[in-house]
């Protein structure tokens, strides 16, 4: 059963148009929410994230917005440019133990056109 | 300060051999990592340990072992590889005192295995 969920496989816009990525999730005791970005033959970099206790957080171009009611959150990228071309990931912390653990949503392939 | 390096980047294997993937971090993290990533999967974690002397199963943890050797170092072990294992192997660290950014994990630049 996924608890993180990325039902967009890939995304294509112009250059300059804002990009929308969307993930839904089911557990409730997630407090921590985060996005990483993948490049070909590279480990995910970190991009931003949000508390559960917040609604929006910016970073740039870089937003996101967390509804938790109805459990998603959306990272907006605005302008986009070609070199945000790349697999996003979304990802939610939890407590575990003595440790946290993150749990992945399958990713989206964004595209930028020049 | 070199963050977290995986070793090798590269391996092929033949079914029912063993190899060992190293994983090194320099940012004095205790908590360390081991995830497998698949085309339309995500990642998905393996084994991980909190710190060093102990070591926790994730999601997928059979036909791996891990040995957290020392703060710095956290190897994964195929003892008998299967071409189910075929996948990129990602190796992460985490620091928990401080919330700053959600907790984040740095990942090293995988490893890419083949299991024939």
């Known amino acids: 059963d996924q608890q993180v969920k990325q039902n967009s496989p890939s995304l294509s816009v112009q250059e300059g148009r804002i990009s929308i990525l969307n993930c839904d999730y089911t557990?409730?005791?997630?407090?921590?929410f985060l996005w990483y970005k993948k490049y070909p033959a590279e480990g995910p970099t970190f991009l931003i994230s949000i508390s559960s206790i917040k609604d929006k957080n910016e970073d740039g171009r870089f937003t996101v917005f967390l509804n938790k009611s109805a459990k998603h959150l959306s990272l907006h990228i605005v302008p986009s440019q070609p070199g945000d071309s790349a697999v996003y990931f979304c990802a939610a912390s939890y407590p575990s133990g003595s440790a946290r653990q993150l749990t992945f949503g399958s990713g989206t392939q964004l595209t930028v056109l020049p | 300060n070199a963050g977290v390096t995986q070793t090798p980047k590269f391996q092929v294997l033949k079914t029912g051999q063993s190899m060992t993937l190293q994983c090194a971090q320099d940012m004095n993290h205790n908590s360390m990592y081991w995830y497998r990533q698949d085309p339309g999967m995500g990642l998905r974690l393996i084994y991980y340990s909190a710190s060093e002397g102990t070591t926790d199963k994730g999601e997928v943890p059979n036909g791996y072992n891990v040995s957290r050797l020392n703060k710095r170092e956290f190897s994964l072990r195929l003892e008998s590889a299967a071409p189910s294992q075929t996948s990129v192997y990602f190796c992460?660290?985490?620091?928990?005192?401080?919330?700053?950014?959600?907790?984040?994990?740095?990942f090293g630049p995988g490893t890419r295995l083949t299991v024939t």
């Open positions: 557990n409730s005791m997630f407090d921590y």
């Open positions: 992460a660290s985490s620091t928990f005192t401080l919330p700053r950014h959600g907790y984040e994990q740095y």
